[in-house]
């Protein structure tokens, strides 16, 4: 049954240019909005993640509002092409620049902005920085964004409903970002992830990422069972295939990891500890070592 439904997956239209987003339809009125895999570039508009749409009657529900003003405004130009009816609520699902910098654009438009208290505690921290990096990819992405927060926050979950649509949205703890949070539909088994699942590109350890704690909120994405996964980064999936490319490469990397702490080994030699079996996965030449390092900085003193 997931296989089947995994296939009802339905491009719904193509990027003419790198700026714009592929549409693919999940479920009907719900949707994905797949950006870039790549790294920020002039082009994209830090909207190199993957966005989420869902259109009850009474107006539309947006799951991250793009990395920059121009960013939003080219999700703002995917979603008229579904839909006339205004955006009313906008969720935040993390701390980086395209879980939030996009705020701006839509509290203009008088969209509810919803997020976990400790994403927007990181957006604060990070704001400056984010914003100068942005500075350096694209100045035409830079133009109008300034920070916005969300004026609604919880801790750990929240729950509401548009019209007969029940949204829940958690933040089961820190993941790739300390703020990372998810979107449960209920009724559809349809969950966005944000940066908790990665898929089709390996996934990035910051310095103010959790592996371990990544792993936690993993799984509870997967108690819920969805049948429908909408990544941070990548095509909507099924659990099997968003377990493969975030759990398991975590998973993988974090025993290596300890291993390689056991055995005496050192910051310098970590980036040779074995990840070739997701050597498959895009980015993975510019992320995996790195990611190495990250994670010896985070278990070195577990």
């Not at 927060?149 to 649509?165: L, M, P, Q, R």
Request: glycine share 8%; hydrophobic share 45%.
């Amino acid at each position: 049954m997931r296989v089947l439904s995994f296939l009802l997956f339905v491009m719904v239209a193509g990027p003419a240019s790198a700026a714009e987003l592929l549409t693919v339809k999940v479920a009907e009125d719900v949707y994905a909005l797949v950006g870039e895999k790549a790294q920020r570039s002039p082009t994209n508009l830090a909207n190199n993640a993957t966005f989420g749409v869902v259109v009850p009657p009474d107006g539309v529900v947006l799951i991250d509002p793009g990395g920059s003003w121009n960013g939003a405004a080219a999700i703002d130009a995917a979603i008229r092409a579904l839909t006339d009816m205004p955006v009313r609520v906008v969720l935040n699902t993390g701390g980086q620049d395209h879980r939030w910098l996009g705020n701006g654009y839509w509290r203009e438009r008088g969209a509810r902005i919803v997020a976990a208290a400790a994403a927007v505690e990181d957006q604060r921290e990070r704001a400056s920085i984010q914003l100068t990096a942005l500075s350096q990819f694209s100045r035409e992405a830079l133009s109008g964004t300034e920070p916005v927060f969300a004026s609604e926050t919880f801790d750990e979950a929240t729950a509401f409903s548009i019209g007969s649509v029940p949204f829940e949205f958690v933040h089961a703890g820190p993941a790739h970002t300390p703020g990372d949070s998810f979107v449960w539909l209920p009724d559809r088994q349809i969950i966005f992830t944000g940066d908790i699942v990665y898929v089709e590109r390996i996934l990035g350890v910051l310095e103010v990422s959790h592996s371990g704690t990544w792993i936690g909120a993993f799984e509870a994405v997967a108690e819920r069972e969805p049948v429908h996964v909408v990544p941070g980064h990548g095509a909507p999936t099924t659990l099997e295939r968003a377990r493969a490319d975030t759990y398991d490469y975590l998973v993988n990397l974090r025993t290596q990891m300890r291993q390689h702490i056991d055995d005496g080994g050192d910051m310098i030699g970590a980036v040779e500890v074995d990840q070739s079996a997701f050597g498959h996965l895009e980015q993975f030449d510019a992320l995996a070592r790195r990611n190495a390092q990250q994670v010896f900085a985070e278990m070195e003193w577990e």
